[in-house]
């Protein structure tokens, strides 16, 4: 898959100004897929934050919605699986709404809405602490239940987005997530 170049951020269409959705990686995750990331100003919705997580001396990527920050991590991953990081949200989202019981056209609306993406270095600190919260609580989960084969990807994604979150209002992530597919579909 090709993933559009730093100048194609943002195209006009007639007078309407569309904007690319956006996968911010963490300097350790650029430098793990091997990509010298560019400052792109923050401008979407749709932005994800994404950073390399060691699990049990697994890789995963952690993912975490800008607007919601609905969380997702990836089952175990080899480098070269990481070279896509787009494909890699897309399928994580798909699992959690899902598990979510999302309706199925949501979820392919959802999933189809972040093709194509674009890399970008990390633009909003806020979401760097929820996702350093985040990861925090993951390790615990782990810890507490014995490892991600006994708790699983689906509980671990369910205990992280039904936290309060003080940038949603103390809403829980999944509940400011199913807003906005809710408001982006009217």
Sequence with gaps: ?????????SSTVGQQLTVMPTIRCTEKLGRQIGRKL????????????????WLNRRKHVLFCSDATRLSCLTPPVSKSEMLDLPDLLRRALREV???????????????????PMLLAKTANRSVLGTMNDN??????????????????????HHHLNHM????????????????HVVEAAA
Excluded: C
Excluded at 164 to 179: G, L, T, V
């Design 1 to 9: 898959m090709a993933l559009a170049r730093h100048s194609q951020v």
């Design 97 to 115: 709404m899902r598990d979510e019981h999302f309706p199925t056209g949501a979820i392919e609306r959802v999933v189809a809405s972040l093709d």
């Design 164 to 179: 309060p979150m003080n940038p949603n209002d103390w809403k829980y992530a999944i509940e400011a997530f199913r807003s």
């Design 135 to 156: 990861t925090m609580h993951i390790k615990y989960l782990l810890d507490r239940y014995g490892g991600l084969s006994q708790l699983g990807l689906s509980e671990l």
């Design 38 to 53: 560019a400052s792109v100003p923050d401008v979407s919705m749709l932005d994800w934050h994404a950073n390399l997580l």
